[in-house]
């Protein structure tokens, strides 16, 4: 018998955010669905900005999305496929509107063009983002209480930090750089000129920082989860994935160049199979 097809949700994240798509696969069948749909809102958020030819029109779609959340959560979405079938997971799990909400609100920061100050501004942002994602996928899986809120923080600034230095050589290619300002100017690199940047730029002031800090994170989420129940772990596996690339990046000295120059391969199904055996990210 051959698998069943693909959702519209879950190919747009097999494309465009693949670690989440995986550690959906280690979910129960149940819940599959309504996973996809979260991620794949989640993605439509943060294609915004790059998908965009001026604020005002992001500011638009953004508005768009605002809208939408009270609709699905009155089981009246507007005819968007992502929203129609997130609606379906709101209703069913009672997902926070204030949680969807936070990510729409924060997301809207990518539209100012203008570099975080410091380490602390881009933390705040995972937290918006990041974090409050993992709270609602813990929310689709049936997991609550204070220790998952506290886990969910950790783990999503974790898994923000660390794919923030994982996007460098791709942020200064493009011209638009979401990198603290304070470290870009101790490694003299000025982050709203990337494109002017040295071909391979020592990078390590800002990317030694960032990853001191995602390890801090990633091992406070790891205690932490040992709370939660079972069912948590599919939320968590991109915390597993991010503390593989963790490590790598270190081993590196933290030029996430040499990183994109051979990423993991076979071990990132290896990293997510034995966790989810584990029980534990």
Not at 142 to 168: F, Q, T, W, Y
Request: a negative charge; hydrophobic letters at 45%.
């Amino acid at each position: 018998m051959s698998p069943a097809p693909l959702s519209d949700c879950a190919k747009y994240v097999r494309e465009h955010d693949n670690d989440r798509f995986l550690s959906v696969l280690f979910a129960p069948a149940d819940y599959r669905e309504d996973l996809f749909a979260l991620y794949a809102f989640n993605l439509e958020l943060s294609k915004i900005r790059e998908t965009v030819s001026e604020p005002l029109i992001g500011r638009m779609r953004l508005q768009f999305w605002r809208d939408a959340v009270p609709q699905m959560v009155d089981g009246a979405p507007p005819s968007h496929y992502v929203a129609e079938a997130l609606a379906g997971a709101v209703k069913m799990h009672g997902l926070s509107a204030a949680y969807l909400n936070e990510i729409i609100d924060t997301r809207e920061t990518d539209l100012d063009d203008i570099p975080p100050k410091d380490l602390d501004a881009v933390i705040g942002y995972a937290e918006g983002t990041s974090s409050s994602l993992i709270k609602l996928a813990f929310g689709i899986l049936g997991v609550d209480g204070p220790e998952s809120e506290v886990c969910a923080k950790d783990a999503g600034i974790a898994i923000a930090l660390i794919g923030l230095v994982r996007a460098i050589p791709y942020m200064s290619s493009t011209g638009r750089v979401t990198l603290p300002t304070n470290l870009c100017r101790d490694a003299g690199l000025d982050p709203e000129t990337p494109l002017q940047w040295p071909t391979n730029p020592d990078v390590s002031l800002i990317t030694q920082p960032m990853l001191a800090r995602a390890a801090q994170h990633l091992d406070a989420a790891r205690i932490t989860s040992k709370a939660l129940p079972r069912s948590a772990v599919p939320a968590l596996l991109p915390l597993s994935l991010a503390a593989l690339y963790l490590k790598r990046l270190q081993s590196l000295g933290g030029d996430p160049g040499l990183f994109a120059a051979r990423t993991p391969g076979v071990s990132r199904h290896v990293t997510m199979f034995w966790r989810s055996l584990v029980g534990r990210p």
